[in-house]
């Protein structure tokens, strides 16, 4: 057996897409051009249509997102503690207050059923997560924002290749009113190394949108210019574009390897392990990570140690996000949300990505059992 290093995440970045960021590289235009152009519109073609604009980060999509959607100082935003910190963390940004909801245990993504009762006269928007791509029922989500009069922002991060009843994250749901943000970031099932694309509600979007990914800029036929809102410096580069160019035409098959991986993890893990294994879905997930729950009385510092040892990366995605010290300041506070709390304590990322052949998920589920042994602290 061999024991080179294992990780949790690689990206499969073929020789083509090396040579074409080469000739951006060579051509002299390296930030935002004809590449990133290319790119939005073969977006736009996987979204059937729906309007998209390429920005540096999955973080500013949010952000931008949010005040295209007309959020700011006064409003609330009713989203979930069990995702990356930067979902809550925009919506400081604007100025706004989070609502934060827990998780259903199951699927791990926010509670619908607890949903309603969070809102408040001052809730402007939703911002689901599809925690690693398994998606939040787009059918419940957009019956209840729009009986309330909501914006939803969906945090698709995760979700690039995930569908909702045989359709596209990304395409049919919010059409007309939605907002869908992607992440391209190095982990991701696509990337760009860094980036992010936002999906729009309308071409009516477009223009205040580009603006505001560009310091607020209008330009006029005569050179000239205006700003007339405070925008950020969120663009994407032609290089980045060309990674995402080249990732694209795989996504299809990046997504059928990670469904075969997670089949496979499901076959091999033994369950007298004691762990709590996530939803079997293998037509609506995209697989982006595969994150089992330790037994209730696991050392997990100690496991990761163990499983390092042994040549295999894992990761934790994530904490509940309002146990930082940052949300504490806020008011949230320790038992506010069990689900997400008991979760984020017990949660693994196991490697998982195209490019593992079927040994490596036998290797990773040998190793799991001496890594459980050495690090229970007491029986659960």
Request: include cysteine.
């Amino acid at each position: 057996m061999s024991m080179d290093f294992l990780p949790f995440t690689r990206p499969s970045i073929d020789e083509a897409t090396i040579a074409s960021v080469a000739e951006v590289l060579r051509s002299g235009w390296i930030t935002s051009g004809p590449k990133v152009q290319a790119f939005e519109a073969a977006l736009s073609d996987h979204c059937v249509g729906r309007p998209v604009r390429a920005f540096n980060s999955g973080t500013a999509t949010l952000e931008v997102a949010l005040r295209l959607a007309g959020v700011g100082a006064g409003d609330t935003v009713i989203t979930t503690p069990l995702t990356w910190v930067a979902t809550a963390n925009v919506i400081l940004e604007v100025g706004a207050m989070p609502i934060l909801v827990d998780v259903d245990p199951l699927t791990r993504n926010i509670d619908l059923d607890r949903l309603e009762a969070a809102i408040a006269p001052t809730t402007k928007a939703i911002i689901p997560v599809d925690l690693a791509g398994l998606p939040v029922d787009r059918d419940r989500l957009y019956e209840i924002a729009d009986r309330r009069n909501l914006r939803v922002i969906e945090d698709a991060a995760q979700a690039l290749g995930a569908s909702w009843k045989g359709q596209a994250i990304g395409s049919a749901f919010g059409a007309g009113r939605g907002f869908v943000s992607f992440s391209f970031h190095a982990n991701k099932n696509l990337t760009t190394s860094e980036g992010g694309a936002l999906v729009l509600p309308a071409d009516i979007d477009v223009p205040l949108c580009e603006r505001l990914r560009l310091q607020g800029v209008k330009r006029f036929p005569d050179g000239g210019m205006d700003v007339d809102v405070l925008g950020g410096k969120f663009n994407l580069t032609d290089i980045a574009a060309a990674i995402g160019l080249g990732q694209l035409p795989h996504l299809d098959a990046f997504t059928r390897r990670r469904r075969e991986l997670a089949r496979a993890y499901f076959a091999a893990i033994d369950s007298r392990l004691g762990l709590q294994l996530p939803p079997a879905d293998f037509s609506n997930c995209n697989w982006h990570m595969f994150q089992p729950l330790l037994p209730r009385g696991t050392d997990r510092g100690r496991f990761i140690a163990a499983m390092k040892e042994r040549g295999i990366g894992v990761g934790v995605h994530y904490p509940a996000l309002h146990l930082f010290s940052l949300y504490h300041s806020l008011g949230f506070r320790d038992g506010d949300f069990p689900n997400a709390e008991d979760i984020g304590r017990r949660t693994v990322t196991l490697p998982l990505f195209p490019a593992m052949q079927d040994s490596d998920v036998e290797r990773v589920c040998a190793a799991l059992d001496e890594a459980l042994q050495t690090s229970l602290r007491c029986p659960p």
